[in-house]
């Protein structure tokens, strides 16, 4: 399977996925995401994003959640659980790249302290 790549596979499109994510009830804020997460019930980790239009025009959404979908490639691979993962993306003005990619660490580091105790 090509890791490289965002397939339908690495994501949680239907919206019984995404309620089932905001029902567990685990979510953490770091920077303007809050990112709620849950165990998987696939062998790998999935990702949704919740943007909306309080974030900005369609062009700064879209640019949001094209870093942080970039930002998820690059984190999945160090959980040692996989999780579904939903970010719900407060107001903000969009930051680069690598303070998407912190604040998403930060918050999966939390969830899997969280899910060891």
Do not use: C, W
Not at 45 to 73: C, D, E, M, W, Y
Not at 75 to 102: A, C, F, G, K, W
């Amino acid at each position: 399977m090509n890791r490289q790549g965002f397939s339908r596979e690495d994501r949680i499109r239907r919206g019984l996925e995404f309620k089932a994510v905001f029902n567990h009830r685990h979510a953490t804020t770091s920077g303007p995401l809050r990112v709620h997460t849950m165990p998987a019930p696939t062998p790998h980790s999935r990702l949704g994003l919740a943007v909306s239009r309080k974030v900005g025009n369609a062009v700064r959404r879209n640019r949001i959640k094209r870093l942080l979908r970039t930002a998820f490639q690059v984190v999945r691979d160090t959980n040692t659980h996989p999780m579904d993962i939903v970010i719900v993306v407060l107001p903000h003005t969009p930051q680069s790249l690598e303070q998407y990619r912190d604040y998403l660490s930060q918050a999966l580091r939390h969830a899997e302290q969280d899910a060891k105790s």
